[in-house]
């Protein structure tokens, strides 16, 4: 999110449960003027009850294991065992809705394979399977000593915290920053691409992101009277039924068209949702993002569709925007998206007339490499129609807990534990300035370029919630040799993973969030409450309580002078209570009521309440939404576009028809199939019998070019690498994509230590036999946001 920061900092004192803390803070809050809240938020019964002989919890599944939704559930417990899991009626988000990944989490959590030690091994023993169990005390004391062995020797900033995604670990940044480091993100995970490219061009446009408008900041939701169903939405890039953004519920689209909205899809595959939208699925190369949203806004500027009165008061640069487009040809922009004019020309055209209107879009959109300016462009859409923070449209909401970011935001810690020298060393800073702009990231792109230089940008790594080399390392088998380098490494997690098995010196185990008290708060939509059901299982323990009793040794042993500001709470409830501070309730409130929405406005623009000095507007240097930034104005040098642009794949048939004829095809990857979140879930019988094998998905036409039949095994191949899956037919794609999942590796396959295979392939559980970011080149556009996962040339041929 764009830094709440841009006002400067006053240190002032805070007090909870009787002890004073102090505080790196903004401007001083105004005075809540908020109502109550309202009485539909509570539930009809507490949050624990007694049924059928069993005790039921009330609480959230945030995670782990992953997923990025908050849905309400009921626990059933027996003495002491979790029974079942179901669906909460009375939560608004979910509404007793659940998916089968969190129906299946007893399984999970009684899994055999579940880490209940902690263990250590030799760094000489990487990627055998030579770990032996220790007590925390000693894993703690490893992990202490080796942090501070790498700042004496290296400094603090060689220190990263590399996480990935799903879990709230709110304290992930409080942790590097108490021992000095800036350096916390996704270091192995090229162009940082996933939401990031697109948060980033909202926030410089806006001060902040948006968010299609489902009523999901209203707890009696769509009765609410201030809310307005959408007339049309375009969902773009996203299957929303099995993959979605912080807090999106994707059953939400189909709500509100049960009550009237239209649908378009842009997909290059007829999903149900497209099936859905008749002659309004766009179904686009992908990769072409960027040229059919370019199409779009030329389209609604040429024949002047956008909503002028409200873009003379609040839209800066539509005339440069109208320029801009004017110059590009339409029959071009549609050729390269692979979409029919007249179709690009309907869908803009009935977009910019409805009122209101929405667009929900994916990761799609960052995975290539133009994937910020794509973003750019389709924000432009949403400001100059006017569908901007109104009732079913596209809403500002990270505002609506207060101008000044709370406690529970991914930031907390970094000014008042870090020196403005140790925040100045965060990589890829100056290089990117983007990330200078209110991000608290490192940059993926300026740490791989240091890996291809020779230079060695992390010396000790705290991985957490991540599996990347089956997930966001695009060249795995680069990327393992690059972080073999590095001379200490900890993971956390709740299985034995390809990235631990290759590179963890110490593993923690960690716990599930039916083992774990906390909230979810990373969406800016509710604060919901997770409630330990069960004590956890063996010896694991939450990443939060991780975190606290790490941090206190850590601070003690490499900042003293932070201690008494760094980690002042004897337990983790005391934390929360700080930490909920800003939401003016502790956690044991929270707990009572389970989740509290906070009072949310519509046109905040109007009210002020965008801006720190409480002036109408946004917070923008101009006080509009710049469609013409101006922060890509003042860093220019560093080739960002102030305008909207298209930018082609570093690899594609335009970019690059010289390979055309090697590499047919374009190979996209990533879409969610609903039982896996990622490269979870692939122990559990129940989902994995339904989902046994690595899928690519290809036209029937295109199997018999290449003499493939179904359920042949096949290899992908490009200049980069290759990778191995099972043909599926789809005869809904374009002959000439491919499509291939993500996240595969076989926790079946015990011999997975590199001492027990001949074929490096076959080791470490299988993780780079069908890896699909084999392909994926190392790329990322001028912003440092968005790189190549979901748009590669290909060749692909029958296994022998």
Known sequence: MA????????????????????????????????????AAETPKVPWTWEEDGMTVIRGTARSAPGCHNVCGILSYVKDGKLVKVEGDPEDPYNQGRLCSRCLCIPNYVYHEDRLVKPM?????????????????????????????????????????????TGRDIHQVTRLNACVGSPNEGVPYFAGNSCYLPRIASMACMLGGACV???????????????????????????QPFYSNADGFYGHWITDLMKRGM??????????????????????????????????????????????????????????????RVAEMDLDDLCEKSWVAKEDVQRVARTYAASKPAAIQWGVALDQQTGGQQAAHAITALWCITGNLDVPGGNVMGDACWGIEQPNWTGTWGWDELMTEEEQSK????ERYPMFAVGFKNLSSNATIEAWQRGEVPIRAAYIVTNNFLATMGAQAEQQLEWYKQIDFIVVSDLFMTPTMMALADVVLPAATYEERDGFGGLNAYRISCINKAIEPVGDSKPDNTIFLELGKRLTAAIKPENQDIAWPWDDVQEMWDYALEDGGFTWDELRES????????????????????????????????????????HTSWSGLDPLPSYVEPVESPYSAPEDVEEYPYI???????????????????????????????LHPDTAAANGIEEGDWVWLENKHGKCKYKAAFNDTYDPRVLQAEHGWWFPERKDAAEENVENEQEGLFGVLESNINNLVPFDAGVSGFGSNYKAMMCKIRKAD
């Not at 000489?124 to 700042?151: H, L, N, P, T």
């Not at 040229?291 to 539509?318: H, I, N, P, R, T």
């Not at 609903?674 to 122990?683: D, G, I, M, N």
């Open 120 to 164: 250590k091994r030799d760094r000489a023993d990487r990627g055998k399977d030579k770990f032996v169990e220790c007590s925390w005390d000693e894993a703690y004391d490893i992990i202490v000593r080796e942090f501070k062995r790498v700042v004496d020797t290296y400094g603090a900033d060689k220190i990263a915290m590399c996480q990935g």
């Open 212 to 238: 299609m408008d489902c009523s999901q900041f209203l707890p009696q939701r769509y009765d609410d009277p201030r809310y307005t169903v959408p007339k049309y939405c375009i969902v773009w890039g996203h």
């Open 667 to 697: 190979v996209t990857s990533g879409a969610r199939v609903p039982h896996f979140f990622h490269s979870e879930q692939r122990q559990i019988a129940k989902l994995r019998a339904l989902h046994p094998d690595p899928l690519v998905y």
């Open 426 to 429: 965060r990589i890829g800073v």
């Open 262 to 323: 239209k649908v378009a899809v842009i997909d290059p595959q007829l999903t149900w949702l497209a099936a859905r939208a008749g002659e309004d699925w766009l179904r686009v190369r992908p990769g072409g993002d960027g040229a059919l949203a370019m199409a779009m806004l030329k389209v609604v500027c040429d024949e002047k569709l956008y909503d002028q009165e409200f873009c003379d008061k609040w839209v800066y640069g539509l005339e440069a925007v109208c320029e």
């Open 594 to 633: 389970t989740w509290k929405y906070p009072e949310f406005k519509y046109r905040k623009y109007e009210t002020g309440d965008l801006r720190p000095d409480g002036q109408p507007g946004f917070r923008t240097e101009t006080g509009r939404a710049e469609i013409y930034s101006m922060v890509f104005h």
């Open 3 to 38: 830094d709440s920061a841009q006002a400067p900092v006053q240190e002032h004192w805070s007090e909870t449960n009787g002890k004073k803390y102090r505080r790196g803070s903004r401007l001083p809050k105004k005075t809540d003027t908020r109502p109550p809240v309202p």
